[in-house]
């Protein structure tokens, strides 16, 4: 829904635990060409695998939250409302802290943890710590006393009642942002020393907290309860996380001379310009969809986080299962090695995140109306949710590949390319948005579009940019993967809508579990016919995946688990 370029930790929502040996150094006697260490090839599939079912369980509980909320408050104006008022916690966070994260936190923590005493990680830690929660205070001031004046900017096309409710909203849920920087330090830190599980259970508890929020206020307090759900999840979030830190010896410090935050400073100072110019675009955006309707932004709203779904469980958890040891990697400057491992890393986010998308793609309505179609949802809103969700999977697998080459670019400690040409690209969807939206009178569906445009033309322009870097990625048999995984994906998406088409007239009705048939049953002939073809077709990364999940159910636990 938002025209950012910039990865975001909260949207990832998962996280998972793997050991420091997953990341261990190859052996002596070399690597054969184009193939990545077993170690790191190892160690970065049960990090992706563990991060992946940290991710299910935050979004499956993400799920609930939404079907509670449409069952209270349906598409209405009170709920773009909401959706408008919880962008500006979030979007302080990205601008301060979550850009931060994958750009500069998890390099520099990552090198204090591999090289320095653990005294030194946990004063620089607490360093952090202690800025964050001073410089978010502040921030938390600013919310509150010019919550109209976010309004106006967000939603001026609202009428005057839903820019009050919108002011009170941004009013009552202000407060996260503070719990939202706490857990993204602490995530970073985790990340750093290759722990993944409390920041996965925060993930989790967090949507928990919303639906709690929902569940138990809403018939008391109406639209407010969802505010309050954010607040509390936040607070659970970074609570749940800090027992993995049990060993730090955190304290409150200023000690703004600290050598490692000028560092610190110097990756991030670019990405934070981008960050700028994302925040006006979403701005943006947000304020031409409450001109093309009331509903505009709880449909797309929707849409966006079906479209998440899958790439909070792919693009993300391989992203940040890959990122350390491209850091190490690059580090220790093994150039070869660095190609073998990003190319690792994007065909196993192509083998997941391509299928997943035709997949959403044919079943995407029934889905809609199993989730979202009760109490005050209708079938009008199924069908405009539906329409925006076609649209912002057409840039969704270059959204998942995306994420993997500014992470690649990160790991480098290259923090200006990828803002240099986020900044284009929101030039692109700022171009191409109001053009589809109102001169061609596209409405919602144009601005989709554009930021389906957007994140294409990112993607394209990264990859251009990696290969003339580091060289092509050929040997890495990317394309021969890209090839045999379309054809899967497409074998796949023609059994779904076949499947799903018998199960209609097995199944008949429009009840929940006609429509739950439904999707349950076409998904697992998806399921089973894309793993029969990748299998059938010699995709090495679904073997490496299968292969994981395999020893994972016989051992009962993950491996060297904290």
Known sequence: MTPSSQPSQQASSGQGDVSSSAQSRPPSGGVGRGHVPSSVGRGIARAATIVSLGNIASRIFGLIRDNRNAYFFGATGSMSAFEAAALVPKNIYELLVGGMVSAALIPVFSEYADNREPEELWHLLSVVLSLVVVIMGGFLLLAEGAAPLFTRMLVGGFDARLQSLTTTLIRIISPAVIFFGVSGILTAALYAQQVFTYPAIGAAVFNLGGILGTQLLA???????????????????????????????????????????????????????????????????????????????????????????????????????????????????????????????????????????????????????????????????????????????????????????????????????????????????????????????????????????????????????????????????????????????????????????????????????????????????????????????GVREANLLFGMLRRRAKRGRTPNEV
């Open 219 to 537: 018939p008391r307090i109406g639209i407010a309860s969802l505010t309050l759900g954010i607040v509390f999840g936040a607070f659970l979030q970074m609570a749940v996380q800090l027992p993995g830190l049990r060993k730090a010896k955190i304290r409150f410090s200023l000690d703004w001379r600290h050598p490692a935050l000028r560092r610190i400073a110097v990756l991030y100072l670019p990405v934070i310009v981008s960050l700028i110019v994302s925040q006006v675009g979403i701005i943006i955006d947000r304020n031409l969809a409450s001109r093309v309707g009331e509903q505009a932004i709880a449909w797309m709203a929707n849409a966006t986080r079906l479209r998440e779904f899958p790439l909070g469980l792919v693009a993300t958890a391989v992203s940040m299962a890959v990122l350390p040891a491209l850091s190490r990697i690059d580090l220790q400057g093994r150039r070869e090695e660095f190609k073998r491992t990003l190319g690792l890393g994007m065909r196993l986010v192509l083998v997941l995140i391509v299928p997943a998308s035709v997949g959403l793609f044919v079943l995407g309505r029934p889905i809609i109306s199993l989730i979202f179609q009760h109490g005050e949802f209708t079938p009008f809103d199924t069908s405009q949710t539906a329409r925006a969700l076609y649209c912002y999977l057409l840039g969704t697998p270059f959204a998942a590949v995306d994420l993997l080459l500014i992470f690649a670019f990160y790991s480098q400690k290259d923090t200006v390319t990828p803002v240099v040409v986020g900044i284009i690209c929101v030039f692109i969807y700022l171009a191409v948005a109001p053009t589809l939206a109102f001169l061609l009178d596209l409405g919602m569906v144009g601005l989709v579009i554009a930021n389906s445009v957007q994140l294409t033309s990112h993607a394209m322009i990264m990859l251009a940019l990696l290969y003339r870097r580091v060289g092509t990625l050929e040997q890495e048999n990317l394309a021969a993967s890209v090839g045999k995984i379309v054809l899967a994906s497409a074998v796949m998406g023609i059994c779904v809508y076949l499947s799903l088409a018998v199960l209609r007239t097995l199944v008949p009705g429009e009840g929940t579990v006609a429509r739950a048939t439904w999707v349950a049953g076409a998904g697992l002939v998806g399921l089973l016919v894309y793993g029969a073809s990748v299998t059938r077709l």
